[in-house]
């Protein structure tokens, strides 16, 4: 019996009886995988049919928020639905066949909603999360700048008082989805007299506010997921503080924290899972060549799977303690870094069944496109959310006990470090 199976066994009456409800909603309102037209891609792109796919997304998770399956486990009064994990296990299940169209969510209930959860006020989190969860607000996450990536907190963007309001300027870049996003959660630097992570402050802003200019840029996919963001003098009510003035470091480490376990484990079971539940369709597409006897092929699709059992149950462990309310911590990390190198493996293989189709495919040839595109995304998603030789570090500094890199400007006043710009 594989274990699925023999969870399905020992079920409660009350877990079966959700599962029932789970399947009879999805048969009934989501699309199944084998009949999907549109693909959660197009979301990237920044022309109508993106615009109709995020609509299609938002209208389905209005659905799923109103029958009361979204947002299983988180509180009620957020409105969440206060169930377990055991559900969450039980819906993803059951939704596995089915087109799920969370792509414009991940951020916004991955990572922006559990820090604000964490750091934000209860004004905030009873103003957004709800309608982060219900897919009515879509939220990016504005941290990464021309001279800060790795090392965020050397970030340049300004935010200065104004009596009640604060006054933004600078440059975002890489911000995914921050041309559909109604808010973002940005870091900005409010004080240069302290050193660098000491003078960081968080703000909610407004997407639309005055002053924000979204320019997309085009990734080697050919589409335009992610985005450059100018702020010219964008004010900011003070309401939208996260957390107090100058320790916004905190609260960004708890975001990347919750987006590696986002990106590497499911986060709770919202995102989807880089790499992840891909065994099943390499089979069947090897299936369809006609290579699935194909001895080498064999090999590399057992350690396809290997890895993929792995990586389920680390991310099971890692989303069990996230729900059971501990902070993400370098597991995460593990869970990052592994998630990624298997999406890597995955089209590796995809590419090595589809031969010459990988690179040039007949028009309508849907099945080889999505292979070759994810293997094009792959190094994009190893970078995204911490870079391997990050990840590496963090497990090296927090896990294996390695004494810690040198930093050379940790306790100097941030006017006095050089940054580049
Ligand atoms: C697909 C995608 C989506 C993204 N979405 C977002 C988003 O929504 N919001 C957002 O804010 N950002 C986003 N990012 C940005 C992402 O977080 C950064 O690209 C990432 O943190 C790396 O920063 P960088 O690109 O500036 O590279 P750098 O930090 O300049 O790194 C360059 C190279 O140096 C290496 N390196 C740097 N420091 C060290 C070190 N200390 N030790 C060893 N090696 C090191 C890196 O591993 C890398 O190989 C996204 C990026 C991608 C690719």
Redesign the pocket.
């Known amino acids: 019996m594989i274990a699925s199976e023999a969870h399905k066994a020992d079920e409660s009456a009350e877990l079966v009886e959700f599962r029932t409800r789970a399947r009879a909603w999805l048969a009934e309102s989501a699309e199944r995988r084998d009949a999907v037209q549109v693909s959660d891609d197009a979301l990237d792109e920044n022309d109508g049919e993106s615009l109709h796919a995020l609509e299609t997304a938002k209208r389905f998770q209005a659905k799923l928020f109103d029958a009361g399956l979204a947002g299983l486990s988180w509180p009620k009064v957020y409105g969440g639905q206060g169930l377990t994990m055991e559900h969450q296990r039980v819906f993803n299940e059951e939704a596995a066949d089915y087109v799920i169209p969370t792509g414009p969510f991940i ?1 916004g209930l991955g990572m922006c909603a559990p820090t604000l959860l964490e750091y934000g006020t209860e004004e905030q989190r009873l103003a957004h999360v709800p309608r982060m969860l219900r897919g009515d607000e879509v939220w ?5 700048e021309p001279g ?5 907190a050397s970030l340049q963007t300004r935010a200065v008082r104004d009596g009640e309001e604060w006054v933004l300027n600078g440059q ?1 870049v ?4 921050g041309h559909y996003s109604d808010y973002g959660l940005i870091v900005t630097r409010t004080n240069v007299d302290v050193p660098k992570h000491k003078g960081i402050t968080m703000f909610i802003v407004d997407m639309r506010s005055p002053g924000v200019s979204i320019r997309p840029l085009r ?1 080697m996919t050919g589409t335009s ?2 985005n450059e963001v100018f702020f010219d003098d964008v004010r900011v009510p003070s309401s939208n503080l996260v957390g107090a003035v100058d320790e916004g470091w905190r609260a960004a480490i708890g975001t990347l924290m919750n987006e590696r376990v986002s990106i590497g484990a499911g986060g709770g079971g919202l995102g989807r899972r880089v790499g992840g539940g891909e065994f099943d369709a390499l089979i069947e597409l090897a299936r369809d060549r006609g290579v699935l006897a194909d001895p080498v092929l064999r090999q590399s699709l057992a350690s396809v799977y290997i890895e993929e059992r792995i990586l389920e149950l680390l991310s099971q462990r890692i989303r069990a303690d996230v729900r059971a309310g501990k902070a993400p911590g370098p597991e995460g990390s593990i869970a990052k870094l592994a998630g990624t190198q298997l999406a890597r493996h995955v089209a590796d293989v995809a590419e090595e069944i589809l031969g010459a189709a990988g690179q040039a495919w007949e028009p309508g040839d849907a099945v080889s496109r999505r292979w070759t595109t994810a293997l094009l995304a792959a190094p ?2 190893s ?8 990840m590496k ?1 963090i497990l090296g500094e927090r896990v294996l006990g390695l004494p810690k ?1 040198p930093q050379v400007d940790r306790d100097v006043p941030f006017r006095d470090v050089k940054v580049s710009g």
């Open positions: 951020i990016c996450q504005l941290f990464s800060a990536g790795s090392d965020v975002k890489w911000t995914s989805g990734q997921g992610f994009g998603n970078i995204a959310g911490g870079t391997p030789e990050i570090n890199e």
